[in-house]
């Protein structure tokens, strides 16, 4: 979006981090990390690693916190899939790209507009959280779906499809 603004109609950010202009990449994972206890984050794992930048960190979602805090409303079978898909994510903290607030510009990504859907029954990412991220970057919609964790396409997809044609024909898109 910072380097093609023009080619998006609408950002999309569904129970998502979303980057906002004048802060770094980041700041959404540090807030996260802040207001989530040790005890919040169960049996999630964090593993050191390096790479072209440097030492990291990545986490590894436990279990536990898949099936109570991101896949408590989805289906068995989705919960199942995602525990065999789990793979280390890095979380970025100290890369220097994302330590840079000004990678985003106000000209080109604050320029997109933005819609945020909020996932009500998120066990990860509050609703306060989610709120404050749209907060941060001013003139970003907000959707809500209830009843929809962190897996909303797996939770709520009826729900979901209907939030993404509705933004689609405030926009007109074809």
């Known amino acids: 979006m910072e380097r093609f603004p023009g080619k998006v109609a609408a950002a999309v950010f569904a129970a998502a981090g979303m980057p906002c202009v004048g802060k770094h990449m980041g700041v959404t994972t540090e807030e996260f990390m802040r207001r989530t206890s040790s005890e919040g984050l169960m049996d999630c794992k964090m593993l050191p690693i390096n790479n072209n930048h440097g030492a990291g960190v990545a986490m590894i979602m436990g279990p536990n916190f898949l099936a109570r805090k991101n896949y408590q409303q989805s289906s068995p079978e ?85 939030a993404l044609v509705k933004i689609t024909n405030a926009r007109q898109v074809i």
């Open 78 to 162: 989705d919960l199942a899939l995602a525990k065999m898909l789990v793979r280390p994510g890095n979380l970025f903290m100290e890369d220097p790209v994302m330590k840079d607030a000004s990678l985003l510009t106000d000209t080109n990504y604050g320029s997109v507009k933005k819609v945020y859907v909020v996932a009500k029954a998120d066990g990860s990412s509050t609703e306060e959280m989610q709120r404050w991220m749209v907060l941060l970057s001013p003139g970003t919609e907000a959707e809500e779906i209830a009843g929809a964790d962190h897996a909303i396409m797996s939770s709520r997809p009826r729900e979901l499809c209907d």
